[in-house]
């Protein structure tokens, strides 16, 4: 799950240019990969030059853009492709304050000139009026208290995440207990009437308030089964040295839980002391959270170790969980640099931060964004038996991270409860099973083997959480294969089914298959038949169209066109890998005929 508010504006300008492609595939068009510059971009610098033309001509062109006076474009991110063009990200102010839906992506031709532009509002930004009837204060108290816990100071912004852009207040509220972990949320308030517009959790939960209930009903519970084998020979540390320079690299083992016995790399603090922490991949470090509800990883114990090696295998050692967080965030990362040239969650060059034993009986595993950590908790004891470390739990979580740096995608509501619900909400899912089940494909872990099953290591009777080939094989979110006008209210997991297959399809395409050790068989609205294209190359696109195409509230027709766009840009209009994108969206009933008037 994910939250729906916007963070700060202060967002670094950071240059992003083409690199490779999806490792070891041949492409018939330019690549999709990224790299970013580690400063922000100086006045004079190529970067510099692009912004200032994407901002000019983002006024220029108003009526396509719904920029208008009193509007400023703070730029999030630049993408510049191998074949010229260039894509600018803003998020907007309106007199100053935020705009909370305002985000849009300004396109240009390799000679900076307008090309178009991808916005999350449809209409202007521009408030009835810039005048509160509450109180900051007002609002504070408001926030507190429907979310349960201390309010921030409020912040005056504009809401224009729906039909009618709105003054309204924002306030981060924390220790909420309205929030699993006792999270903090972000509670947006009208600033005239008083009315809650929006309560959001601000961290995002594998586990949805909803299949927690679910499986409480079924009385059933998610025991994923753990390994207890010794390290297996040949996999040992690298001997200490009898002397050297401090801090340095050093290969080492652990004994994970899910995963086997996996290669770690590790950082030498002395002759015959180690600790969890990657320096070849930014810095990346798990610690523990020593069972209380830390979100500051500085508070964190370190992994420390003499030899070298990590865990046993087994739950009561506390470095196992670590071992499975340490091998799965490096492999998120891994993949995603490997096939997009992606340095980072965001693109920036810095590790990601993972913390284990979050909380006291703790049943879930979460993304948190301030942090940028992964929080591991224990389990409940109840239903959840052991710690949710599991690889592809924390590549789809990781994801968030990834959306959350791009196109921020949001849900249209979020109940009493926590769920989540609308389209760009489920796409936002979606996106995180696609490509964690990509970390399992990348990662090729003989004891986690890769599949197009989302959760199949976690006990669960039906054997998975959910699957990409046929989503509505999962009875305990009661996924959907295809789009209908209901998709739009319906929970983000159970609609997440809609571009999952759409994803799959044109992977791999329709019918009776088996790949690696599942046997799949993925049905068609129309009754079609859909020839894949490869998984390599569906990747790419979706990455793509994720990066340059969405933004906030991009809706499954959007992402339609969005994949579209991104196979234009890779294979060329005419190319079979377009052709089979528009037959994989009109295979789940998403298609240009049946777009809805009024969506956002």
């Not at 999709?32 to 610098?45: H, I, K, M, N």
């Not at 894509?87 to 396109?107: A, I, K, N």
Request: include cysteine; charge should be positive.
């Amino acid at each position: 799950m994910r939250r729906a508010h916007i963070r700060s504006l202060a967002v670094a300008v950071a240059v992003a240019t083409a690199a490779t492609g999806l490792a070891g595939t041949a492409f018939a068009a330019p690549s999709t990969g990224d790299t970013r510059a580690t400063a922000a971009a100086t006045a004079g610098s190529p970067a510099a030059a692009v912004v200032e033309a994407a901002r000019a001509a983002a006024f220029a062109h108003a009526s396509a853009t719904g920029v208008t006076d009193g509007d400023e474009l703070a730029p999030q991110d630049v993408l510049i492709d191998p074949e010229g063009a260039r894509h600018v990200r803003f998020v907007r102010t309106h007199q100053g304050m935020p705009v909370l839906g305002g985000d849009l992506v300004v396109h240009l031709t390799e000679r900076l000139a307008y090309a178009g532009v991808t916005r999350a509002a449809d209409r202007t930004v521009r408030p009835a009026t810039v005048k509160a009837k509450l109180t900051a204060r007002q609002a504070e108290t408001k926030a507190a208290a429907v979310a349960g816990g201390r309010a921030a100071a409020a912040e005056l912004v504009v809401d224009a995440r729906g039909a009618t852009p709105s003054l309204a207040y924002q306030v981060r509220v924390t220790g909420a207990d309205t929030t699993g972990a006792g999270g903090s949320r972000t509670v947006v308030v009208d600033a005239l009437t008083g009315k809650v517009r929006s309560n959001a959790p601000d961290s995002d939960e594998f586990l949805s308030p909803r299949l927690l209930d679910t499986l409480r009903e079924r009385d059933e519970t998610l025991d994923p089964a753990t390994g207890t084998a010794p390290q297996a020979d040949g996999l040992t540390a690298a001997p200490a040295p009898g002397a050297g320079a401090y801090p340095s690299t050093a290969a080492g083992t652990g004994t994970s839980l899910f995963a086997g016995t996996v290669k770690l790399t590790t950082t030498r603090t002395a002759r015959t002391s180690y600790l969890l922490k990657d320096p070849t991949r930014w810095g990346t470090e798990t610690r523990d959270a020593k069972g209380q509800e830390l979100v500051n990883f500085a508070q964190g114990r370190k992994f420390t170790s003499t030899n070298n090696k990590w865990g046993n295998g087994t739950v009561s050692n506390r470095t196992s969980a670590a071992v499975d967080a340490q091998y799965g965030v490096t492999q998120t990362l891994d993949f995603y640099k490997k096939t997009f040239g992606r340095k980072g969650i965001k693109n920036n060059s810095k590790g990601a931060l993972a913390m284990v034993h979050f909380g006291n009986k703790v049943g879930n595993a979460f993304w948190y964004p301030d942090c940028g950590c992964m929080l591991y908790g224990d389990g409940d004891g109840d239903l959840l038996k052991k710690p949710l470390v599991v690889l592809d739990v924390t590549g789809h979580e990781l994801t968030h991270g990834v959306v959350d740096a791009t196109a921020r995608l949001e849900p249209t509501r979020v109940d009493s409860q926590g769920n989540q619900y609308g389209e760009p909400g489920s796409l936002n899912e979606s996106l995180a099973d696609i490509f964690g089940s990509n970390v399992e494909f990348s990662a090729n872990n003989p004891k986690n083997p890769p599949n197009y099953l989302v959760g199949e290591k976690l006990g669960l009777d039906q054997k998975f959480l959910r699957r990409l080939d046929r989503p509505s094989l999962d009875r305990l979110e009661g996924a959907i294969d295809y789009w209908s006008p209901a998709v739009y209210n319906t929970e983000v997991h159970a609609g997440s089914g809609v571009s999952s297959h759409a994803y799959y399809l044109l992977a791999e395409g329709s019918g009776r298959k088996t790949i690696g050790r599942v046997t799949y068989n993925s049905p068609t609205y129309d009754r079609s038949t859909v020839k894949g294209i490869g998984r390599a190359k569906a990747t790419a696109i979706y990455y793509r169209a994720l990066t340059r195409y969405m933004v906030s509230s991009t809706d499954f027709h959007d992402a339609r066109i969005a994949t579209l766009k991104a196979a234009k840009d890779l294979y060329g209009a005419t190319s079979v890998e377009y052709k089979t994108v528009n037959k994989s969206w009109t295979a789940v009933n998403v298609t240009a005929a049946n777009t809805p008037a009024d969506r956002h």
